[in-house]
């Protein structure tokens, strides 16, 4: 009996983490910049390394696309590896943004998905922002003042 009950728990533990594994997966998406689901929030080129830029670009399904993000405060973190979308040490209206490898706490990684769809970096007043609201490949993202209404900065996760 003590044999049986040890390997239904070896079976049965496996199988819970890979249930867990598929938890995590719930909180990646694709991020639309106002509802255009055309495009999307991109790593340039897919090049995971610091300080590449993020950027518009046709929607493709690739990694460079798929970003973990919760409701509230939260950090925007590439899906597949240990970047994080990053405001740089001096944040402010037009400054581009980039990946960089994640730090817990860090403010410059530090957001706050909105219940209107806003992503702001926590307690600065700025947002991320559609830079001048177009809608063409390879334009870079920026921060910009939270302003109401603005649709630059609403983006939508799918």
Known sequence: MFRISVLLFLVSVPALLASADCTLDS??????????????????GANFTNGTPVQIYDCNGS??????????????????NNFCLDAGSTPGNG????I??????????????????RIALLNQGLCLDLTNGVHVDSNQVQTYVCTDNNTNQVWTLD
Not at 31 to 43: A, Q, S
Not at 70 to 79: A, E, F, I, Y
Not at 100 to 117: I, S
């Open 27 to 44: 909180s990646a998406y694709v991020i639309h910049p106002n509802g255009d689901t055309t495009k999307c929030l991109d790593v340039r």
């Open 63 to 80: 990694d460079a696309q798929m970003w973990n993000i919760m409701p509230g405060q939260t950090t925007v973190k590439v899906h597949i």
């Open 95 to 98: 400054v581009g943004m980039k």
């Open 100 to 117: 960089w490898e994640c730090f817990d706490g860090l403010a410059a990684q530090t957001w706050f998905y909105t219940d209107d769809q």
